[in-house]
């Protein structure tokens, strides 16, 4: 079983940045397609950001967001800039490869003034 760990989120003004990283268990990493999702309460999960062969982005923060990982340390960080209150919500780290599918609890950003 590969555990998955998300840190980093935290309160932020608008226009602020963090660093979020994803954190996991484990002798695969860099075989895993990994994907960081948000959720707000009452709506559903949704792709943010994803690295693979190729790394993809939600329209709503291209430009603002960067995915990126490094297989020695396991470790996947999304880099946000420009924040915006819209983008509070829960942040969660996705691994997948082949039949496998991983999870962590996730980590409260909060856009706010």
């Known amino acids: 079983q590969v555990q998955v760990a998300e840190s980093g989120g935290g309160l932020v003004q608008p226009g602020g940045s963090l660093r979020l990283s994803c954190a996991a268990s484990g002798s695969f990493f860099r075989f895993y397609t990994i994907g960081w999702y948000r959720q707000v309460p009452g709506k559903q999960r949704e792709l943010v950001a994803s690295i693979a062969s190729t790394i993809n982005y939600a329209d709503s923060v291209k430009g603002r967001f960067t995915i990126s990982r490094d297989n020695a340390k396991n470790t996947v960080y999304l880099q946000m800039t420009s924040l915006k209150p819209e983008d509070t919500a829960v942040y969660y780290c996705?691994?997948?490869?082949?039949?496998?599918?991983?999870w962590g609890q996730g980590t409260q950003v909060t856009v706010s003034s």
């Open positions: 996705n691994l997948r490869w082949q039949s496998s599918d991983y």
